[in-house]
């Protein structure tokens, strides 16, 4: 390895030019993940510092109670991967959809007022979501605007954020299954019922996803409308000269192209909904019935008011893994097929 | 390429160093005490609003002018999280508000100084308060006030339904009996809060409770509490009693408040809601109804820790020794409608307040919150298994609240 040349000193001054950068991640970002990892492994208590030898190291323990232990713990980490799985369920496809919709229309060529429009849809990304979730918490009170717009129509509101039933369980109400089959009741797994696993969201998380979608597609919706407008329209004109129809032109051809961004919106928001946190905190805590709690509240919680930080960093690596399982298993489904 | 590896091994190794480094720049240094010369004390509090925030301010600043230390008094927006990122940074507070209920958290991690175990003057608490703040036989810190649950009862309403005063209800077996009287006049009766910290004054009242009075033992499956949830579950199965969310309201207040309820069961500070949102409703105040063992309430409240690693830990003392003098909880409960938690402060107020007098008994005989470490998820639980009463099985949510604390209490 002769690195020595014209080229020599090309290396050293390459990695001073990127020192700031490394520095920088290094210090506010490699730093505190491995401090969060070493907390993960040890009983602090969050007295003092965690890096002392009188910490105690309890080793994977933190990680196994999550999943082996039949107890309280479990239970809540594992209510919360349910709520947040739903969570993630609806908002993602919700999301996506929408943006992708208003990105067309605002691509429209025929569309007037298209700048008032792209503020109008932008704005509540741009808008603080503590502001947005306390606005949201007035709407939908029992006697907001709501419930008084149902009412207008004949429909009685139900009492969103103290309304804990699932909707899968209202649901089957409906159709005459009032309690849990023994067969769903008597077994589950990971200390939930099956009954439990399939409640589905309850309807005060239906609020809070109702705000997420509305909140997060103006940014996506800027994304797709980028995209959109770089793609050339000479396709588009050769999709009409060969008669396609607006439909196939867009499924056949603007659809395809648009697979990078369509990566990255979903990829951003399969992140964005596993690590919700903050319209939990400002709007429901966790309640009714815990059937807001997520995975990101949930290690708050234990670390700051059970005094419980190992447990709490190991929800958070836990959830960390989950995130990157889901992406890889995204970047899977969306990989360009060769020979289609 | 070896050169790479190399290069990514040392900004690795490079990353461990400084992780080493920052954990001994964390370490603690010597706890060096300072008890003499001018202190600087930090003071969080957790205000229930400016009112409070203005006389605890007002009385930091004239101890400090008195003393010649200087006091700054911190307003929390949210207490738990500001204090755990303070202890965890060795930086707390010097003093600051620990609500009972979080007590025995911060107590056994070792966060509070028990300074009141050798303080002059802490007989003249009420013991049912100090027994609030005592974690393994020691008293840690002073109650700075309390509240207790009595009975309210809209006189309209009551009147209404052709109550008289001497309808008022001593008993269950009373309590029950004018609540049929009211529903039958097409009122509801009764509005209860659907947590522990309302329905366990019935457990109380029945001659039990969630734990043993050490905070060791669980002990909510017996004969006692069974009774007593079932007693609250038949009032709500029969119409006597609902709660707030069944009455479209956020806390029982407010359905009381909006005169939806003959009755409801919260504490003194019903008082201020009721005058700033709902003037017009007359209403009068009782204790409890009794139970089969007799009388039964919860009370809550606060003391003012001392932070184990302050500074300044003898200037913290006369600090708190300042705020809990009887004249200084009087003119705290008369600038923010608090009770004081000193024997011989309560006996004054109740001269002054004498509407207040069922507040003021109950303080005698309250039973504080679950006094037990890591019970913050456990009783949130019990919460949600209480909102379920009315349909629920009263032992299953006794026997799952055992299996839960057990686990918790490590016993």
Avoid at chain 1, 114 to 128: G, L, N, Q
Avoid at chain 2, 34 to 56: K, N, R, Y
Avoid at chain 2, 330 to 357: H, I
Wanted: charged share 15%; aromatic share 10%.
């Amino acid at each position: 390895m002769s690195a020595k040349g014209i080229r020599g000193n090309e290396r050293t001054a390459g990695w001073i030019f990127v020192a700031p950068a490394l520095i920088i991640l290094g210090l506010f970002f490699v730093l505190p993940i491995l401090m969060a990892l070493w907390v993960s492994l040890t009983g602090w208590n969050g007295q003092g510092s965690p890096f002392t030898s009188r910490v105690p190291f309890v080793g994977l323990h933190n990680y196994t109670a999550l999943f082996a232990t039949d107890d309280l713990a479990r239970q809540d980490f594992m209510t919360s991967i349910r709520n947040n799985a739903y969570y993630v369920l609806l908002v993602v496809p919700l999301q996506t959809v929408l943006a992708l919709g208003l990105a067309l229309v605002l691509n429209n060529r025929i569309l007037k007022g298209k700048s008032f429009f792209r503020t109008a849809f932008f704005f509540p990304s741009v808008t603080s979501s503590v502001a947005i979730s306390v606005v949201f918490l007035f709407m939908f009170a029992n006697g907001g605007a709501i419930n008084a717009l149902l009412s207008a129509v004949g429909i009685n509101g139900p009492q969103w954020f103290s309304d804990p039933r699932g909707l899968i369980h209202i649901a089957l109400d409906r159709v005459g299954v009032h309690n849990a089959p023994a067969a769903l009741a008597d077994h589950g797994v990971l200390g939930l019922t099956w009954w439990d696993w399939l409640s589905g969201p309850s309807v005060a998380m239906c609020a809070i996803i109702t705000l997420v979608v509305w909140t997060t597609s103006g940014t996506f919706m800027v994304m797709f409308l980028a995209a959109l407008q770089n793609l050339p329209i000479q396709l588009d004109e050769a999709g009409m000269v060969d008669g396609a129809n607006a439909w196939q032109r867009f499924w056949r051809i603007t659809l395809p192209q648009l697979r990078p961004t369509m990566f990255l919106v979903v990829t951003l928001g399969l992140i964005g909904t596993w690590q919700v946190f903050d319209q939990i905190y400002v709007m429901s805590q966790g309640n009714p019935a815990k059937t807001t709690l997520t995975p990101a509240f949930l290690s708050y919680r234990t670390a700051f008011r059970d005094f419980d930080y190992g447990s709490g960093a190991a929800i958070s690596f836990v959830l960390f893994l989950i995130i990157v399982l889901f992406t890889l298993l995204q970047r899977w489904l969306l990989r360009e097929r060769r020979g289609h | 390429m070896i050169s790479r590896r190399w290069a990514v091994a040392a900004v690795a190794a490079g990353a461990l160093l400084a992780t080493g480094a920052c954990g001994s720049g964390f370490d603690e240094n010597k706890s060096t005490q300072q008890s003499s010369g001018p202190a600087s004390l930090q003071i969080m509090i957790a205000s229930s609003g400016d009112a409070e925030t203005t006389a605890v301010k007002d009385a930091a600043a004239m101890w400090a002018k008195s003393s010649g230390n200087t006091a700054n008094v911190i307003p929390a927006q949210d207490i738990v999280q500001q204090l755990g990122q303070g202890l965890a940074g060795s930086n707390p507070p010097d003093v600051f508000y620990v609500d009972a209920a979080r007590f025995a958290d911060y107590a056994s991690v070792g966060a509070l100084e028990p300074y009141a175990q050798t303080m002059a003057g802490a007989d003249a608490f009420v013991p049912g308060l100090k027994q609030s703040f005592t974690y393994k036989d020691q008293l840690y810190c002073v109650p700075k006030d309390s509240s207790t649950l009595a009975l309210e009862i809209n006189t309209d309403l009551w009147s209404k339904a052709g109550l008289t005063d001497a309808d008022i209800p001593t008993t269950w077996d009373q309590l029950t009996s004018v609540a049929q009287k009211i529903k039958a006049k097409g009122i509801t009766p009764m509005a209860i809060g659907d947590t522990r910290d309302r329905i366990g004054a019935f457990l109380v009242q029945a001659g039990g409770w969630w734990t043993s009075p050490d905070g060791t033992k669980a002990t909510a499956d017996t004969p006692q509490n069974e009774q007593a949830l079932a007693y609250v579950q038949s009032l709500l199965k029969n119409g006597l009693a609902k709660y707030p969310k069944a009455l479209d309201a956020g806390w029982a207040g407010e359905a009381f408040g909006k005169g939806k309820v003959a009755m409801t069961m919260e504490g003194n500070w019903i008082r201020g809601a009721m005058s700033t949102d709902f003037p017009n409703i007359k209403y009068t105040v009782k204790e409890l109804p009794a139970g089969p063992k007799g009388k039964g309430t919860l009370s809550f409240t606060q003391c003012w820790g001392i932070a184990a690693k302050s500074k300044f830990k003898t200037q913290a003392q006369q600090f708190v020794q300042a705020m809990t003098t009887a004249d200084q909880q009087l003119s705290f409960a008369k600038a923010f409608g608090v009770m004081p938690s000193r024997q011989d402060a309560q006996a004054t107020y109740e001269q002054q307040n004498p509407d207040d007098a069922p507040f003021v008994e109950g303080a005698k005989y309250g039973q504080g919150p679950v006094n037990a470490p890591k019970m913050d998820s456990v009783l949130a639980d019990l919460d949600a298994g209480l909102q379920g009463l009315q349909t629920g099985d009263p032992k299953a949510i006794l026997q799952r609240f055992d299996k839960n604390a057990k686990t918790a209490l490590g016993g």
